[in-house]
């Protein structure tokens, strides 16, 4: 068909032949129609013993033929592929030709190439068959010299590099000492017995357990030890029984951990083989002593017969006294080694603080296991308990605070650096946690000291002082944590000492120094400010308001931002225009002129704030202030003339008002003859 498929005289619609719309072309015929398409192949391919490029076009062509999928066609190819490459292998294996080749991994490469097999499928095929054989002579718990020759073979012929080595071997020798492991772990945190140290030994060399593949199976038993110890201390409602538990995470790590890991390592054999090379040493020295007391007593012979027989008997005396001294010696350490391990099982139970927990291992720690927040909490809580030491429930519900010495306090801090370790944390960690506890101490203080009056006096003040060089506070932050226990205490209005507030003439004189307001005081701080020094020129009844100070100026000092200014601009004057100008009027009426002026000086102030357009209706001038009997506008004037000589003040009233020059003039030319009147009118009041 592609051969004449360009012919002019091929009858249309003629294609390949295939099973396509046949009665074999059915869902419940596909099991048949890879069956036959996986006999066919495995039947050409083991008449020809491997894969060849004609099998591979006619394979093709089949499945087209049989309407198989690429997926479905390549899995069928792969396994037949599969089944000729383990095939192969085990013929080259078991004849021992890939032992003699000059590189077996060449050997392999041909295989992989005349099966036609995946290289990455052949590698996991090697992978597997390497576990099978490990895990067959792991169950027998003992290898032995030839056990290990038959392990390396098998590592060379089928080229297994050496981390895949180390992973087969975690994943089946490993979990035997991870068993034993475990049982030990079980025993809680007590010193580890010479048996239990010589199963891990005899584990180690019985199975050939590397020694990195034995201090990865450690880590990871020991870390979910670790883990279990910190889960349970979490589940504690109290901070003491949390305690106990983190205690005795730390003694667990120092008298069960270091050993093993030690053990482990081969750090264990090492000190003992310096420790047998001291003793040897130590003897050598004792017979050299020895040596040397015999030629004295030879030159003595020499010199005396019956002193030479004397010194023979001695000599002999001494021998048997020597052995009879070094067999008591040997009795005696022993006892004594005995007498130690009870006495360290008993320090365990007790949780006193023992040698061993000074040198608790490093290296296994739960640093990548735990956050951050959950080991600052951690190390706290226990830093918390050291400090306050054990307590004594009593039947009747109270309790009694132990008294604790010097070696008891120096015993916990030590379990604090080991609790540390153990937690993984770096010194930045644990110098946050003491700092935030030293923030914490110190703020519980300042609070007690300002519940009373709530200032602070001279005693109060160094008494706070000492406290905060204990603490080893920096000022800035012990100066901000008083801040903050005031305005807890007493309010926002009272953050500040009065000695120490803060007021506009010492933000400005700071601000000339090159002080940063901003970074001395909170933005709340400074808007309240800004606001108290507005109200109080907006209310001072001087007129006085300088809006260029005010509105511009001073919150760009305290870095207020322009909208927040004009609302609280907003919020201070709103409608007290109107207010104030009613006010005025009233007080005017009720013949006080002292409040009406005081009134029209802050109308002023209100206006200089939020000054409004003047508008013009009609024919004559109109102020800004607004009222209907203009007479009465006039009379406050001339009251305000009266008492008020300021020129300025008067031509700023006069504008509010829409008072011209020639009704200026004629106000201020009669503001004596008013005063006398208002000053007779205020006598006569106060006659009757």
Known sequence: MAKFANEDDLIPGLGMPSIHNGPWDLETKRRDIRDAYRLYTEEVVG??????????????????????????????????AGALYKKLLREEVQSRRIDTAQSPAQVLGELVQASGYSPQAAAELHKSLYRQKLQQLVAKKKLTAEDEEDLKRIRRILCIPGDVAGQVMRTTAGRVLEEILADIYLMGAKPVGEYESERVEACIKDLHLDRNVAIDVVRDVTKQRLKAYVQQAQKERDRRSAAQVLKKLVQFNALVVTPILEKVKGTDAAKKELADLLV???EKAKQEEQAEAAVKAAETLQESSSGASESNEKAAKGEVSTSGTEAKELQVKKDED?????????????????????KGQKEITLADE?????????????????????????????????KSSLVTRQAEMNRLTQLGDVLGMSQAEVMAVHSDLAEQAYRSQVTEVLRGTGSLTAERKQYLEELRTQL???????????REARTEVLGASAALDPEERWTIDKVMKMHKEGVTIAKMLDEPQRRMLLRKEMDKKLNDGKGEFDAGFLLDELPKVLDIEERRVRMLLKELVGARKRMLLVQAVSQHRQRRPGDSVTS?????????????ERTAEGTGSVGVVQWGEREELKELYGIFCAKVADAAKRSELADLFGLNEQEQQEIVSGADKRAEKLQQEQEEEAFF
Do not use: H
């Open 370 to 402: 735990l956050e951050g927040p959950v080991k600052a909490e951690l190390y706290k809580n226990y830093l918390m308990y050291s400090m306050s030491g054990d307590v004594v429930e009593l039947p009747v519900g109270g309790v009694i605070r132990k």
């Open 47 to 80: 008449r020809e013993g491997k894969f060849t490029p004609q099998i591979e076009a006619d394979v093709k062509e089949l499945s087209v033929i049989l309407c198989m999928g690429a997926k479905e066609a390549g899995e069928v190819r792969s396994d037949v």
């Open 338 to 358: 005995a007498v130690e391990s009870v006495k360290k099982m008993i320090a365990a139970q007790r949780g006193e603080f023992g040698e061993e927990e000074r």
């Open 600 to 612: 029209m000086l802050n109308l002023l102030s209100v206006y200089r704030a939020q000054p409004e």
């Open 280 to 282: 040897q040493a130590a």
């Open 472 to 482: 080893n506070i920096p000022q800035q932050q012990a100066d901000k944590i008083i």
